[in-house]
C-alpha cells in the first residue's frame, strides 16, 4: 500500500482580506464523517472548484468531493490581487513577454476566463466580482516607459490590442501623478476573488458536489483500486483523486526540490469616506501591474466589491517552509504605507486595515504540473504566479485526465517539461531572496 502523509498542512499570515470585506458566509461545513466518491479533490482553490465544475460537465452522475483545509477564499484563492490576465505575463521576464510565440499560452488563458464566466452564468455570482474591464502596466520612470513600450511591440507583433496612456491618462485613471505611462489592455477580467470563489463553490454545492471546509488531508493511500484519504473528521474512499494544492504537492512528497515557494504581500486601505475619495480623484475601479515585474501592484475596488478601497501588493519572500514570519508581515506593511503615500501624498495618513501573505508556486523552467502521478493519482498545480487563470486551467486539464479525455488543454500540460531541480539548501534560499531584493531595489519607484 502507498501511503502519502502530508509533512505539513497550509498556514496563513495576516487576514483573507477580499473575504473579510464580504457580508459573512454561512457556518463551514466540515466533512461529516466517512463518505465514498468517485473523484476526491485536494483543494477548494481555483483549481480544485474548476476540476470539480469540468467532472461535472463531463458526466454529471460523479459523485464529487472538493476537500479544503480552510475555509474556502480564505486560502490562497483569496489573497491574490484579482487580476484574470488573458496576456503573456512571465513573472521572472523584465517585461512579461515570456518567449517566442505566446498565441497558443493566450488561446488557452482565454478558454479558462471563458470557463470561468460560464460558473458566474451557471451559478448566479454577482457580476461585479467578474469585471472585464481590463488592466494596465503602469510606468513610473523612463526605464520601466522603455519596458511597455517593449511589451507593446511584443503584442502587437502577436496581432493583440493595446493602447498607450500618457501621464495625463494615468491621472484621470488613478488620481495619482506619479506615472508616466501605461499600457492598456482590454482582455483581463477584474475578480473580487473571495466574491467569486464563494459564489463558485456555493453554485457546486447546489449542484451536489460535496464541498468539505475546515478539513485539512493528513494522509492519503493507495487501496486496492481506489484511494483512502485520511482527515481529522472521518475518511473519504475515492476511485480518484486530484491534488490541486498547488505548491502543497511537494507536502505530500511530489516534485522535491523543484518548486518555489514565494509569498507576495498585499495592505488595503480602510473604507474610505467621501472626502478622502473627493482628494483621491480617478475612477472608481482600476488595476494597474508594474511595468518592471518586481515593482508594486495596485488596485482601487468600490463599494459594490466590499468598499471604496484601494489595494497595494508589493514584497516577495522565497520560503521552502511555506510558512511566512509576523516579521516580514510587519516589514512589508511598512512598505505598502510608503508605496502608497508615494502615490497619494496628499493621503499618506490613510490607514491600511489589512495586511497579509499569499502563497505562490513557481518552477524555474515556468511549468506547470497538471498530469497523472500515480495510476488514479492526478495533480492540478503549480500556478506560476497566475493562480486564477493558470490554476484554471490545470483544473480542467486533471478533470479532464482523470476521464481519459485528450484536449488542447492536456496536451499542453503533458508536453511540458518537468520542473527543473533547484540548487541545494541552504543555497538555493540565500540566492532566491538575494536575488528578488535586487531585483526589488531595481524596481524603485515601481
Known amino acids: 500500500m502507498t501511503t502519502h502523509q502530508a509533512r505539513r498542512t497550509p498556514v496563513h499570515k495576516g487576514p483573507a482580506a477580499w473575504s473579510a470585506i464580504l457580508p459573512g458566509q454561512p457556518a463551514p461545513v466540515p466533512l461529516p464523517g466517512n463518505r465514498t466518491v468517485d473523484v476526491a479533490i485536494i483543494g477548494g482553490g481555483f483549481a480544485g472548484l474548476s ?3 469540468r467532472l461535472r460537465q463531463i458526466d454529471p452522475t460523479l459523485a464529487i468531493a472538493v476537500i479544503e483545509a480552510s475555509r474556502l477564499a480564505e486560502g490562497a484563492s483569496g489573497r491574490n490581487s484579482g ?5 503573456p505575463h512571465e513573472l521572472t521576464s523584465d517585461d512579461y513577454a515570456g518567449h517566442g510565440d505566446d498565441r497558443g499560452m493566450i488561446a488557452l ?3 479558462a476566463i471563458a470557463f470561468a464566466r460560464g460558473a458566474v452564468q451557471d451559478y448566479g455570482i454577482k457580476a461585479d466580482y ?8 503602469g510606468a513610473a520612470s523612463d526605464t520601466a516607459d522603455a519596458l ?8 502587437t ?14 491621472y484621470q485613471l488613478t488620481g495619482s501623478r506619479h506615472y508616466v505611462s501605461g499600457l492598456y489592455t482590454p482582455g483581463t477580467v477584474m475578480l473580487q476573488p473571495a466574491g467569486f470563489v464563494r459564489g463558485f463553490g456555493e453554485g457546486l454545492r447546489a449542484a451536489g458536489v460535496g464541498i ?7 494522509a492519503f493511500a493507495r487501496t ?10 472521518g475518511t473519504v474512499s475515492a476511485g480518484k483523486v486530484i491534488l490541486a494544492n498547488n505548491g502543497h504537492l511537494e507536502s505530500f512528497g511530489f516534485a522535491q526540490n523543484r518548486l518555489m515557494h514565494v509569498f507576495l504581500y498585499a495592505s488595503m486601505t480602510v473604507d474610505l469616506p467621501a472626502e478622502t475619495l473627493k482628494a483621491l480623484g480617478g475612477q472608481p475601479r482600476w488595476g494597474v501591474t508594474p511595468s518592471d515585474p518586481m515593482g508594486t501592484t495596485m488596485r482601487r475596488i468600490d463599494t459594490a466589491l466590499g468598499g471604496n478601497r484601494v489595494i497595494t501588493r508589493t514584497c516577495a519572500s522565497f520560503l521552502p517552509g511555506m510558512e511566512p514570519s509576523d516579521a516580514a508581515l510587519a516589514r512589508t506593511a511598512a512598505v505598502h504605507r510608503q508605496k502608497f503615500a508615494d502615490r497619494y501624498p496628499a493621503l499618506a495618513g490613510v490607514k491600511q486595515e489589512y495586511t497579509w501573505a499569499g502563497h505562490l508556486c513557481l518552477t524555474r523552467n515556468a511549468v506547470s504540473i497538471a498530469r497523472e502521478l500515480e495510476p488514479g493519482l492526478f495533480a492540478a498545480t503549480v500556478c506560476n504566479g497566475l493562480g486564477t487563470a493558470r490554476s484554471t486551467l490545470t483544473g480542467i486539464a486533471a478533470a479532464e485526465l482523470a476521464l481519459g479525455l485528450q484536449t488542447d488543454t492536456t496536451r499542453h500540460f503533458a508536453a511540458e517539461a518537468q520542473p527543473t531541480r533547484l540548487p541545494p539548501k541552504p543555497f538555493s534560499t540565500l540566492g532566491a531572496n538575494a536575488f528578488l531584493r535586487f531585483k526589488e531595489w531595481r524596481a524603485g519607484a515601481e
Open 51 to 53: 476540476a470539480a465544475r
Open 83 to 87: 487580476f484574470m490576465i488573458d496576456l
Open 109 to 111: 488563458n482565454r478558454q
Open 130 to 137: 467578474f469585471d472585464p474591464v481590463g488592466k494596465v502596466n
Open 148 to 155: 511597455n513600450r517593449s511589451y507593446a511591440d511584443h503584442l
Open 157 to 170: 507583433s502577436l496581432g493583440e490590442p493595446n493602447e498607450r496612456l500618457d501621464a495625463q491618462g494615468m
Open 212 to 218: 468539505w471546509e475546515n478539513t485539512p488531508v493528513t
Open 224 to 233: 486496492g483500486h481506489g484511494w483512502t484519504l485520511t482527515t481529522p473528521h
